[in-house]
Structures are given as C-alpha cells and as structure tokens.
Nanobody
Framework: QVQLVESGGGLVQAGGSLRLSCAASGRTSRLTAMAWFRQAPGKEREFVAEIYRNGGMTHYADSAKGRFTVFGDNAKDTVYLQMNSLKPGDTAVYYC??????????WGQGAQVTVSS
C-alpha cells in the first residue's frame, strides 16, 4: 500500500501563487506515476497534471498549461504542483493521486485551495 499526504493549500488572491506538496509513504518503490486532480463545489473531479516517475514525463490539462508546473523529487517520494497566476476558477480541493505496479491506485485526503477575486 501507498499513503499520500498533501500540504500547502490555502487562501490566495487572484494572480498569486501556491505550491502544493504530496508526500508518498509505504511501498513507494512500486510507484509509476503521480498526478494532481481537483474538484470544485458541485463539479466532478478533474485531471490537472501528472508526472511519470521514470523519466519525468509530464502532462497537463489545458486549464493548467502555462500556469501550473508539476515536478517531483524521487529521493523524497514527493511530487509538487507549482501554481502561478491563480484565478478564482482554480478554487477547488486538490487531490494527489498515484499509480503503482500491480496495478493499484491511491488518493490523498485533499488540500483546499481558495482563490479570491
């Protein structure tokens, strides 16, 4: 099993920046990819960005391209989401997600990000 713990959420004004962190523990040697999703009130959970552990390939949702950057530190089993130029529409609970060999998937508990106008 893998456990994911997010941190770094909070309240920020439009145009500001936040960095989310997701620390993985447990059977981290089996990790293949880590990702961020978000869920706004009344909306479905949506993909934001992902990074592959082997090689560091990344993918982004159109809404994140050019503003968000996902990067990882394999030595710390941690993935980050740097969010710049935040908009009120980015307000959501942000969830960390990972996949492992097996395969298996895991979710973190979520971190609230609120962007005020």
């Amino acid at each position: 099993q893998v456990q994911l713990v997010e941190s770094g959420g909070g309240l920020v004004q439009a145009g500001g920046s936040l960095r989310l962190s997701c620390a993985a523990s447990g059977r981290t040697s089996r990790l293949t990819a880590m990702a961020w999703f978000r869920q706004a009130p009344g909306k479905e959970r949506e993909f934001v960005a992902e990074i592959y552990r082997n090689g560091g390939m990344t993918h982004y949702a159109d809404s994140a391209k050019g503003r968000f950057t996902v990067f990882g530190d394999n030595a710390k089993d941690t993935v980050y989401l740097q969010m710049n130029s935040l908009k009120p529409g980015d307000t959501a609970v942000y969830y960390c997600y990972c996949e492992t060999f097996g395969p298996a998937t895991y979710w973190g508990q979520g971190a609230q990000v609120t962007v005020s106008s």
